[in-house]
T-cell receptor
């Protein structure tokens, strides 16, 4: 069965610093992987997704993620954090029939 | 742009009440989903629907039912609300059942059961 583990429920960075949010997955088939962002009091918005076309995936707002099969990882990065990046981030792996299995979420705080 | 709307942003109900949460999507999507979101647990799938009048149980269906009479509308029903159903409820839709399909989410309904 597919599963997702996000390491770190809270991550805090300074403005301008590198953002690294970790995601490891378990899947019995080649996975499709997603990162979603949730701003306060809003629904989830797709940041990026991996569908096997390229291992480095670029998303919105300067985020990107690299699929590493050998490490079963799909970590999310952004070179320079902005105050507006403060939000909760969810990694997800697709299951049969278009269902998603979500990780526990990581709350990102950005300090001025 | 895909738009998924939910009938209420905040809802307060009493234990034992029947509660209806409504979700509407405007992009002719085939699939619709209901999740609940709790701190530290991420999103958990309650029910989903691949077509009108079709429904499938997700991971935590107990205490919930759903209705999909029209393609654009998917309702979540709490037959007899309990305090442990206090949560954020998120609706989502996607075009097909392909595993690479993006799910589009509504803004959520924060339900408090007293």
């Amino acid at each position: 069965a597919q599963s997702v583990t996000q390491l770190g429920s809270h991550v805090s960075v300074s403005e301008g610093a590198l953002v690294l949010l970790r995601c490891n997955y378990s899947s019995s088939v080649p996975p499709y992987l997603f990162w979603y962002v949730q701003y306060p009091n809003q629904g989830l918005q797709l940041l990026l997704k991996y569908t096997s076309a390229a291992t480095l995936v670029k998303g919105i707002n300067g985020f990107e993620a690299e699929f590493k099969k050998s490490e079963t990882s799909f970590h999310l990065t952004k070179p320079s954090a902005h105050m507006s990046d403060a939000a909760e981030y969810f990694c997800a792996v697709s299951d049969q029939g278009g269902k998603l299995i979500f990780g526990q979420g990581t709350e990102l705080s950005v300090k001025p | 742009d895909v738009k998924v709307t939910q009938s209420s942003r905040y809802l307060v109900k009493r234990t034992g009440e029947k509660v209806f949460l409504e979700c509407v999507q405007d992009m002719d999507h085939e699939n619709m989903f209901w999740y609940r979101q709790d701190p530290g647990l991420g999103l958990r799938l309650i029910y989903f629907s691949y077509d009108v009048k079709m429904k499938e149980k997700g991971d935590i269906p107990e205490g919930y039912s759903v209705s999909r009479e029209k393609k654009e509308r998917f309702s979540l029903i709490l037959e007899s609300a309990s305090t442990n159903q206090t949560s954020m409820y998120l609706c989502a839709s996607s075009l097909w059942t392909s595993s690479m399909d993006t799910q589009y989410f509504g803004p959520g309904t924060r339900l408090t059961v007293l």
